[in-house]
């Protein structure tokens, strides 16, 4: 009998879960710790778990094979030096978002390719300005949309681009999508490609390789014209960089639902910028789905599991994702 662990601190979705993942799956024993000391003296019999493994946990957890991630890119220490090497397999929770996400950054690609941001600050002072608009619309049929991450969300989003008749232009590691009408392009082809792009659109995650990638220079390879919009991770941009590109007229915009800290403070310049549209990291927040699609990806890998099945969404670790 395999037996899994969602791994404290427990709410009331978790032992929701745990009772309907027990009902669905009877051959498990299911065990929710109500805290870190209860879940040590009941490890060593663990073979999967659901939630957060610390170092000491994992330490106790000497039979464990499968540790489900509730996160697609969960926060950074989760792929500690323990667990990456050791032979846990790893699966996260990406594929949950793919829509949801991909209609927030249309939302920022339409406001910025028609000028919404200084069409709102007119409308606030109720002032009838016409030509509000620093630059010019960007007409998507005629446009270039470099996406940086083409996974679920990447893809997801070059479908509802492509009606649009914009050329798509995707970079990856790790091609794991077929996306048909996109042109397709390995992480050394970044940089002769950003000149190109009327929207950059990054969705990658934060890994070791992607933090603080986006900084200054990689600005300055932007079109003056060019957009860049952000929905991965917030430590894959450099902020005060982007801050620096934007006074200096290097790129025309930008629209950010992440950053690299969170909450944005309130002093911070991005707040008063009128070429920029900010939401506070809530791109699914309101998404009446997600929690349920996190439960059948739990429940899917674990009737795997106890099958002998491949689990789905395994990570590199190395690469944490």
């Known amino acids: 009998m395999p037996r899994l662990m969602f791994l404290p601190p427990q709410d009331s979705q978790t032992r929701d879960w745990a009772a309907r993942l027990q009902s669905a799956l009877p051959e498990y024993q299911i065990l929710v710790p109500d805290n870190e000391n209860e879940a040590m003296e009941q490890l060593p019999g663990v073979s999967a778990a659901y939630g957060y493994l610390t170092p000491e946990m994992l330490q106790a957890a000497e039979n464990l094979e499968w540790l489900q991630s509730p996160q697609a890119a969960p926060p950074a220490g989760y792929y500690h030096q323990g667990l990456v090497e050791s032979d846990v397999n790893v699966t996260n929770m990406r594929g949950i978002y793919n829509d949801h996400i991909a209609q927030h950054i249309m939302m920022f690609v339409l406001a910025l390719a028609r000028g919404l941001p200084y069409y709102f600050d007119a409308q606030r002072q109720r002032n009838w300005n016409k030509e ?39 970079v990856d590691a790790r091609w794991e999508w077929d996306v048909s009408g996109i042109e397709k392009h ?136």
């Open 132 to 170: 509000a608009p620093h630059y010019s619309t960007v007409d998507l049929k005629s446009a270039t949309a470099l996406i940086v991450g083409v996974g679920g969300i990447g893809q997801e989003t070059a479908k509802l681009l492509q009606p649009c008749g914009t050329r798509i232009v995707g």
């Open 186 to 321: 390995g992480p050394e082809a970044l940089d002769s490609l950003l000149p190109e792009a009327d929207f950059v659109i990054v969705t990658l995650p934060h890994t070791p390789e992607t933090e603080g990638m986006w900084n200054r220079e990689r600005f300055k390879k932007m079109k003056p014209s060019g957009y860049y919009i952000n929905i991965g991770r917030g430590m894959t941009t450099v902020l005060a960089d982007l801050v620096e590109a934007l006074e200096a007229g290097e790129l025309a915009g930008c629209g950010l639902d992440v950053f690299d800290e969170e909450p944005l403070p309130p002093r911070h310049p991005l707040w008063t910028m009128d070429n920029v549209v900010l939401t506070p990291h809530i791109a699914v927040r309101d998404a009446p789905d997600v929690e349920e699609r996190r439960y059948h990806v739990l429940l899917e890998n674990a009737r795997r599991f106890a099958a002998g099945e491949q689990l789905q969404n395994l990570v590199d670790k190395r690469m944490w994702y």
